[in-house]
């Protein structure tokens, strides 16, 4: 197994693509730390992980509280003794037209998908770092950043815009230690986040959340929305062996809507 005795950490692991992304590391060995703001939705993880006969602990953190960032990083000393892979993954959004963005809309999504994503990659890159044995980082941006037009709001693209030039600063800062930092540009994953997305939509527009679905769906070039997992193989592909030239990339994954 490729992370037999590894250590990953994976924050919004409480649901939806961390989920997938913690069972797939799970199955191939690794120590899981399952991070999450939900404390029930990361047991909940953690339990389909004790069903498989993983190692993992599951750990409550907003990730936009550098405090807890710091916290979790101890806690993972005392238990693993290291960090070798960060799927830097919480984030948050909700469907916003342009004109109704206001300053609160606006901070409250740059803490987590801005500031808490940079913290975490910041503070666990210093402790790759400080342990000598490189290591793996993947920050999960999205199509949003890159000029998906359908983007829950502007707030959110440019959070993750943000995102993937941390992820180009940050690879380009870190090589010399021998880590490694790429990003994943998920497009429409079926998800409990695309779930409350349709659902606002819905009664903002009157559309019935099947019609905007398919609406979205037709503009995907291959026909389908991700699933959690296909977004989880690639990131679970960025922190193996069979990546370690791979740094300073963003990779879409949508089907075919931003072919760049």
Not at 30 to 44: F, H, R, T
Not at 106 to 114: A, F, K, T, Y
Not at 214 to 221: D, F, K, R, T, Y
């Amino acid at each position: 197994m490729d992370f037999e005795g590894k250590t990953v950490v994976v924050t919004g692991a409480g649901s939806g693509i961390g989920r997938a992304a913690a069972r797939l590391f799970a199955l191939d060995g690794a120590n899981v730390v399952i991070a999450d703001i939900n404390k029930d939705s990361g047991l909940e993880t953690k339990r389909e992980l004790d069903d498989i006969g993983a190692s993992s602990i599951a750990l409550e953190l907003d990730v936009g509280n550098i405090e807890d960032i710091d916290k979790m990083i101890n806690k993972i000393d005392e238990t693993y003794s290291g960090i070798d892979v960060l799927f830097n993954n919480a984030g948050l959004t909700r469907h916003i037209n342009f004109m109704d963005i206001d300053e609160g809309h606006w901070d409250s999504i740059h803490r987590v998908n801005s500031k808490g994503a940079f913290f975490c990659m910041q503070k666990i890159a210093a402790f790759m770092v400080s342990n000598g044995n490189g290591g793996r980082i993947v920050n999960t941006a999205s199509i949003a950043g890159k000029g998906y037009r359908r983007s829950s709001n502007a707030a959110y693209a440019a959070s993750k815009g943000a995102v993937i030039a941390m992820t180009y600063s940050a690879a380009s800062s870190l090589a010399e230690f021998n880590i490694n930092v790429n990003a994943v540009c998920p497009g429409i994953v079926q998800t409990d986040m695309l779930s409350g997305i349709l659902s606002l939509r819905s009664d903002q527009t009157g559309l019935k959340e099947r019609e905007l679905k398919e609406m979205m769906l037709q503009e995907i070039p291959l026909g389908r929305a991700n699933e959690p997992e296909d977004i989880a193989n690639l990131v679970v592909f960025l922190s193996g062996p069979g990546s370690k030239n791979i740094t300073g990339q963003a990779f879409n994954v949508d089907g075919g809507i931003i072919m760049s």
